[in-house]
């Protein structure tokens, strides 16, 4: 009789997952006449502007044209742990070529944009940063730009300064826990409030693990080995608030109980705030914007339907760092600046291999992070330089394993004990300069040059940083005799002093972080003072192509902090209009 309860029981999850996912697909149908607001794209960006928006105006009529669609019930968007799945497959994001046949340019094609199909990882950005690469640009201090910072999370997990934590914010943000535990109490809680299809995705998540973090043990070893090289690296609880240091637990935009994704369009665009205001907020998914027509008209999308503007109504575009500039040169916009200073983290990575055991199975997704200055002498300089992440099955490359003749399916096979993880680099101050620009022959699509590896100073930065890890390896060697360095080989890193070898590992080895920024700079392109286009006044860009400096860290977190504050200041510049 149980069995018969539990059977129906599920029928009816089901049923009421798909009637949920179908509703939110098609919820929008209804046509706004010449709204006052058009935003473009339903990313990081445009779903905290659109809240943002919606609130403080509630006469305004606003519109959202989003090249995708609502994808929130796929498990491949919800569950972190199959983030790379979905930023490098169609169904869910842009996948576009560029200048370097080892990389493809990923950007999120749906509601929530690449907050939905990224790692998750959070970083707010260091406070050098924002003291002395934005804050003069925005004109605002930094102790003024705290209270935006804290605003956007609900953090839950340890810090050694409560006071820069946010508690009551949009995001869940989490600390990675050793091993995922149901909280069932807690979990019927929010499906009382939230609804039965959350009671479905928790279940799919916890029923593979979801994302974990490394053992006590293999992180004290690896923070041992690091900072054996690295002597004055302060070790911490909370890495997002201070400048170089080095933490066992990753952080995750991730609700805490049900290990869900907090994609952006779902922390601030839930599904109750969205059809409360039906015919005001109108989001429109499946809409490829074409044009802007200048000077506030309206847009041209979808092949050739017009969308005009009422008279003062602004456009915003929140495309992202690749799609935006190519939006404004395909509508004509003239000012030299667009598409050029295209900045993203890039850097490469070491697997290694080591066998389980009875006190360790080395089946972690995340492990310690680490964020470190390019000089490590007793005066430790302020400025964060490198980012280094240890990761399991999420970010590890097994293509590159093939590259040094190993099968990952075959040894696991082989060998059940056998595990893979990697040390993955990233420079955060990159000097590379590359661009987005029209393409002569399909306007459709960007021409995305990254130039990765063609400036000097950052090569030689990413050599030094691969040594370094090499000998982190070799430390941890020590304690797990089973550890061995595989990609790239032994032989790599011995070769009298030549790096020319190794260089060639590191580059079939590159790892992008799709952190795409400053194509349309502020300054530049567009004025900090109400985020407006010098151009055109009545339209605005916001999103991590304004950025005056890329963030040194992950930018998920960092465009919200931009998104915010243009809010605040859009809404301003409308109230006084």
Not at 285 to 303: A, E, F, M, P, S
């Amino acid at each position: 009789m149980r069995n018969s309860y539990l059977f129906i029981l599920i029928i009816i999850l089901i049923l009421a997952y798909y009637l949920i996912s179908t509703y939110r697909q098609n919820y929008s149908s209804s046509v706004i006449e010449d709204p006052d607001i058009i935003i473009i794209g339903l990313g990081t960006a445009g779903s905290v502007l659109a809240r943002r928006l919606n609130d403080a105006l509630p006469r305004k009529r606003i519109l959202v044209l989003e090249q995708g669609m609502d994808l929130s019930s796929s498990s491949t968007v919800y569950n972190v742990f199959n983030g790379m799945e979905a930023a490098y497959n169609t169904n869910f994001s842009s996948v576009l070529p560029v200048d370097n046949p080892n990389v493809k340019a990923s950007v999120g094609k749906m509601f929530g944009g690449s907050s939905s199909h990224n790692f998750g990882l959070t970083v707010h950005g260091s406070p050098w940063f924002y003291e002395n690469e934005w804050c003069p640009i925005l004109n605002l201090p930094y102790q003024d730009m705290i209270p935006y910072i804290k605003g956007i999370e609900r953090y839950s997990g340890t810090t050694q300064s409560p006071m820069l934590r946010g508690l009551n914010g949009m995001i869940e943000v989490s600390q990675l826990p050793v091993k995922a535990t149901l909280h069932f109490e807690k979990l019927l809680s929010k499906v009382n409030t939230q609804g039965l299809s959350l009671l479905w995705k928790a279940i799919n998540i916890y029923g593979n693990l979801g994302p974990l973090r490394a053992s006590d043990k293999f992180s004290k070893v690896f923070i041992d080995s690091l900072t054996n090289i690295s002597p004055n690296l302060e070790i911490v609880k909370d890495y997002n608030v201070v400048n170089n240091c080095i933490c066992v637990d990753q952080q995750l935009f991730v609700d805490p109980v049900t290990g869900i994704r907090q994609s952006v369009d779902i922390s601030y665009l839930p599904d109750t705030y969205r059809l409360r205001n039906k015919g005001k907020l109108d989001i429109r998914g499946g809409c490829q914007v074409d044009k802007i027509l200048h000077n506030g008209i309206g847009v041209i999308y979808n092949g050739g339907i017009i969308q005009k503007l009422k008279p003062n109504g602004r456009i915003i575009v929140c495309g992202g760092g690749i799609f935006s500039p190519h939006l404004l040169l395909k509508s004509g916009f003239k000012n030299s600046y667009i598409g050029r200073n295209l900045k993203t983290h890039y850097g490469s990575q070491i697997i290694m291999s080591i066998e389980a055991d009875d006190t360790d199975n080395f089946n972690f997704s995340g492990g310690p992070i680490a964020f470190l200055p390019l000089n490590t002498g007793d005066d430790l300089p302020d400025k964060r330089d490198l980012q280094i992440l240890v990761s399991g099955g999420p970010l590890l490359n097994t293509d590159l394993l093939k590259v040094v003749g190993i099968d990952f399916n075959a040894e696991r096979i082989k060998n059940p004990r056998k595990r893979f993880f990697c040390f993955i680099v990233w420079t955060l101050r990159p000097n590379i300069n590359g661009s987005v620009e029209l393409n002569e022959n399909d306007n459709s699509l960007p021409v995305i040059k990254l130039n990765m590896f063609e400036n000097t100073k950052d090569s030689l930065t990413i050599i030094k940083a691969i040594k370094g890890l090499y000998a982190v390896a070799l430390g941890m060697k020590q304690t797990y005799s089973s550890l061995k360095v595989v990609f790239p080989p032994e032989n790599a890193f011995n070769n009298g002093g030549n790096d020319r070898t190794l260089f060639d590992y590191v580059k079939k080895g590159i790892s992008m972080t799709d952190h795409y920024s400053c194509t349309c700079a502020l300054g530049k392109v567009v004025n900090p003072k109400d985020f407006a286009l010098y151009e055109d006044p009545r339209t605005h860009v916001v999103d991590a192509s304004v950025f005056p400096a890329i963030a040194d860290g992950n930018t998920e977190y960092p465009v919200c902090l931009m998104a915010e504050i243009a809010a605040d200041r859009i809404i301003s510049s409308i109230i006084s209009q």
